[in-house]
């Protein structure tokens, strides 16, 4: 059974790379969407160390996450847009 | 037996991370915060697809109870409706802000579309206050 830090790895490599976009992008619709893309992966880490640990009650972390992201972006968003 | 499911559900791990690798990749390498919006929310919610699933199979496959796998699907069911949700209200906070398209871009259909909807719109006014002013006319006539 392969190890489970092979998968954590790989998808920490994905979340630095993609902290490259939050530094450099030129305007802030750049960062947001790299933020959103961060999320997303960390919600796809916080399932994997929830098989990690063996519990399913972190599961439910992951998802009220989720949850918690999409409603930060779409906050952010209509801020940018000019609505609140 | 069950072991099948462990080696699938590793399988859908690995492919998932692929796709993450994908997204990151198209968020940098992308020269317009447009291509790296499709390219990055197309990409990491397949990825985060397979491996909520993946992990889901996986615990099943390790002797863990049946509820992972429904839990998971809840998750990237949740996540599979939502994620584009959020890129759609991203992309159009970027473009009422203003922000251009790349210079080698050539279709710009939501432009296509508010010029459409503005003639529309001064065609409805225009036959509206030709009504209006027909229908003062004959008010007019009436009276008289």
């Known amino acids: 059974m392969t190890p489970m ?8 490599i994905a979340v630095v790379l993609s902290m490259y976009r ?28 929830a098989l990690y640990y063996g519990r399913m ?15 930060g972006v779409i906050a952010f968003a209509r801020y940018l847009e000019g609505g609140i | 037996m069950i072991e099948v499911l462990s080696w699938i559900g590793q399988a859908l791990i690995l492919i998932g991370t692929f796709f993450y690798f994908l997204s990151t990749l198209g968020l940098i390498r992308m020269p ?13 919610t397949l990825g985060s697809l397979g491996v909520i699933i993946g992990v889901g199979l996986w615990a099943v496959g390790k002797g863990y109870s049946v ?9 990237a069911a949740f996540i599979l409706l939502t994620n584009p949700i959020s890129a759609h209200v991203l992309i159009k906070a970027a473009y009422e802000k203003g ?26 006014t225009q036959a509206a206050s030709q009504a209006g002013t027909q229908g003062e006319n004959d008010a007019g006539e009436v009276r008289t």
């Open chain 2, 67 to 75: 509820s992972w796998i429904s839990m998971t699907i809840i998750i």
């Open chain 2, 32 to 44: 317009d915060v447009y291509n790296r919006m499709q390219t990055s929310t197309k990409s990491a």
């Open chain 1, 22 to 49: 939050v530094f450099r992008g030129p305007t802030a619709v750049d960062r947001l969407v790299a933020v959103d893309i961060m999320t997303t992966l960390t919600v796809g880490m916080m399932v994997l160390y």
């Open chain 1, 5 to 12: 830090y092979v998968y954590l790895l790989l998808i920490g």
């Open chain 1, 57 to 71: 009650i972190y599961l439910s972390v992951a998802l009220v996450y989720a949850v918690l992201a999409f409603a």
């Open chain 2, 99 to 124: 922000i251009p398209l790349w210079h080698g871009s050539v279709v710009d259909k939501y432009r296509e579309f508010l010029e459409r909807e503005e003639k529309e719109r001064d065609a409805e």
